[in-house]
């Protein structure tokens, strides 16, 4: 009598329907565990199996099952039928194909890759409310990156300190000033204070410089308390909320999406704690999947690294991750990603952030092209001249980009880019 029925979850032979979700897995079989069987127990696990045959079973549960039906070294493609998704529920697809199958004692290691998500599953799903047309709208920006920066050291300030921060990255020509992950509301800085206090120095430098100016405020906390910091404000004009979206869950990321929507805030997503499960290469969930959930449940806007400032992450990578949140379709790439048509879900925006300087702007935007939101922090308030040079130095650099000359070129009309070569040059953070 058999023990166990795995084996039944692969056939190669099968051909996934238009409207399966196929996800792409690496894995890893424990000592003693065939490939066949490894495969066999992640579908199994991720949609109707157990450990053990079963006496009975309705014959229906069979058009339920996932299918191993591609494996090539050790990359396997599993095919799930929709109708073992809750329609508009991502929490639930992430019970499944990222829920207790990385936990299984038969493999070593197990990674989703991707997973692409068809029209009929994605239509249940709203994605971010403007559209990266609607973000640069919205700020009145063409034909450049957005460009940003985060007070630093990114926590300490008091609010009036980190409004005076930041009314100085806007005089030097940035759009939007951010909070840092770990800044919600401290007894030195509460959000209240920082919002208030903030939105002053906006107008303040609105006025003076005729240009349109924001920030990334952060949110983050239960929901319940986003809803009521999200109302603040928008009470005093502000078009953006941030939100930690890794520690916040997606569930808490689904809620404010339409919450903010309804206020008129777009949504710019941290993705503090993406490395404690996607760093490891041989285990866990990749960045690119993350990026993926996060468009379909409706952020604006996400950190996808820089490969040459002082987070992990390649050029090859980046340049994925920025293809992913902003085309429409999406080709596949060997055992790297799949295939997707988002079909009506809108773009968002790449966030380029971590080690980056002036020096390094070329390498970024040759990466990314403009349509991006390029966050330098450090290498602004680290200029020999002070925050406001710091970014005057950082637009000098976007602008040389742009107009093909090399920054050196540029720094010998550009005093403040000048001044910056001559503390960075093009160092690269470890």
């Known amino acids: 009598m058999a ?15 238009k409207d399966d979700l ?3 897995f690496s894995f890893e079989p424990a000592a003693g565990i065939s490939t066949e069987e490894a495969v066999g127990r992640i579908a199994s696990e991720s949609s109707t199996g157990t450990w053990t045959t079963l006496f009975t079973m309705p014959p229906r549960m069979k058009r339920l099952q ?4 591609d494996i090539e070294g050790n990359f396997v493609k599993i095919a799930y039928p929709l109708a073992l998704w809750e329609e508009g529920n991502a929490v639930q697809l992430l019970s499944g194909i990222a829920g207790n199958i990385f936990g299984m004692k038969a493999l070593s290691n197990l990674r989703l890759i991707d997973a692409t998500l068809p029209q009929a599953y994605l239509k249940h ?3 971010p409310h403007f559209g990266n047309n609607g973000i640069r709208k919205m700020m ?12 630093k050291p990114k926590i300490g300030f008091t609010a009036k300190e980190h409004a005076e921060v930041g009314y100085e990255t806007w005089m030097g020509g940035f759009d939007f000033v951010k909070d840092d992950e770990n800044l919600t509301s401290t007894s030195f800085n509460r959000f209240e204070d920082r919002v208030n206090l903030m939105a002053r120095k906006r107008e303040k430098a609105e006025k003076e410089t005729g240009e349109k100016k924001s920030a990334f405020i952060n949110i983050t906390a239960d929901v319940e308390t986003m809803k009521e910091r999200a109302d603040l404000l928008a009470e005093y004009g502000w078009n953006y909320a941030m939100i930690d979206v890794v520690v916040a869950g997606t569930a808490g990321v689904m809620t404010m999406r ?7 805030l777009a949504i710019h997503a941290h993705r503090a704690m993406h490395a404690a499960f996607d760093r490891n290469r041989q285990h866990g969930i990749t960045m690119y999947f993350l990026a993926k959930i996060m468009r379909l449940v ?5 950190h996808t690294g820089t490969a040459v400032g002082k987070l992990e992450g390649t050029k090859k990578e980046s340049m994925m991750l920025a293809d992913l949140l902003r085309e429409q379709k999406i080709a596949a790439d060997d055992n790297l990603c799949l295939a997707q048509d988002w079909g009506k879900i809108k773009s968002a925006f790449p966030v380029s952030s971590g080690g980056l300087h002036p020096g390094l702007v070329p390498d970024v935007l040759d990466i990314y092209g403009t349509e991006l939101v390029l966050l330098v922090s450090g290498g602004i308030h680290g200029h020999p001249k002070g925050t406001r040079a710091g970014a005057k130095a950082t637009m000098q650099a976007i602008e040389a980009w742009q107009d093909g000359v090399t920054l050196n070129e540029k720094a010998k009309k550009a005093k403040e880019l000048k001044q910056a070569l001559e503390k960075w040059g093009y160092y690269k953070p470890k």
């Not at 009145?140 to 007070?151: F, H, S």
């Not at 409706?298 to 996400?302: A, D, E």
């Open 3 to 17: 023990i166990d029925w795995y084996n039944e979850f692969v056939d190669l032979n099968y051909t996934p329907a």
């Open 22 to 24: 196929v996800c792409l």
């Open 66 to 69: 996932a299918t191993a039906f």
């Open 125 to 127: 799903f709203k994605g």
């Open 140 to 151: 009145g920006i063409r034909n450049r990156p957005l460009t940003g920066a985060v007070p």
């Open 258 to 264: 339409d919450y903010c929507s309804d206020l008129n």
């Open 298 to 302: 409706g952020v604006s806007q996400i």
